[in-house]
T-cell receptor, first 110, second 113 residues
Framework: GEDVEQSLFLSVREGDSSVINCTYT??????LYWYKQEPGAGLQLLTY?????DMKQDQRLTVLLNKKDKHLSLRIADTQTGDSAIYFC??????????FGTGTRLLVSP | EAQVTQNPRYLITVTGKKLTVTCSQN?????MSWYRQDPGLGLRQIYY???????DKGDVPEGYKVSRKEKRNFPLILESPSPNQTSLYFC????????????FGSGTRLTVV
């Protein structure tokens, strides 16, 4: 079945890199997404990667995709306190549905 | 501004009292969906709609109803709310022609006592 797993918590210091990992199950997902949720807010699309890509870079964000292992990661370079939030990865077994991971709470300390 | 608008943002109600959470989008998206978010469980899909008058169950539809009479609106109806429906609810909309996933509303925090 569909199951997307993430670690629940990550703590880093300001200026360090953060790496948030995700494993997914549906190899037919065309796109894989990363969303950010700040306290009291909805979900904001951070970035996405097409399933035939290995890597995508967007300013401070780097997404790596290992299709063989069904592993997705999000690297945030030069992490800032404003990056503190919950990060969700999501797979798309079909357009009608996003399957979300449990979310990783990133805490950035000064 | 392109957005998904949910109302209300916060709601406290009593068991058994029917309520409706509204959702409206201004992007002419054909797809709309409702999710609930619970600690440790991420977001789970309740219902979705691929177009007007077309709705289908998601993973956790029990206790909920939806309707899609117009393209822009997709209300979530709880006929007889129970405490286990206390949760944070998100509405989302999307289009097949866009690869950028879905646009989410700001959420409705519902407490059923």
């Amino acid at each position: 079945g569909e199951d997307v797993e993430q670690s629940l918590f990550l703590s880093v210091r300001e200026g360090d890199s953060s790496v948030i990992n995700c494993t997914y199950t549906d190899s037919s997902s065309t796109y894989l997404y990363w969303y950010k949720q700040e306290p009291g807010a909805g979900l904001q699309l951070l970035t996405y990667i097409f399933s035939n890509m290995d890597m995508k870079q967007d300013q401070r964000l780097t997404v790596l995709l290992n299709k063989k292992d069904k592993h997705l990661s999000l690297r945030i370079a030069d992490t800032q306190t404003g990056d503190s939030a919950i990060y969700f990865c999501a797979e798309t077994p079909g357009f009608q549905k996003l399957v979300f991971g449990t979310g990783t709470r990133l805490l950035v300390s000064p | 501004e392109a957005q998904v608008t949910q109302n209300p943002r916060y709601l406290i109600t009593v068991t058994g009292k029917k309520l409706t959470v509204t959702c409206s989008q201004n992007m002419n998206h054909e797809y709309m969906s409702w999710y609930r978010q619970d600690p440790g469980l991420g977001l789970r899909q309740i219902y979705y709609s691929m177009n007007v008058e077309v709705t289908d169950k998601g993973d956790v539809p029990e206790g909920y109803k939806v309707s899609r009479k117009e393209k822009r609106n997709f209300p979530l109806i709880l006929e007889s709310p129970s405490p286990n429906q206390t949760s944070l609810y998100f509405c989302a909309s999307g289009s097949r022609v866009s690869v950028e996933g879905y646009t989410f509303g700001s959420g409705t925090r519902l407490t059923v006592v």
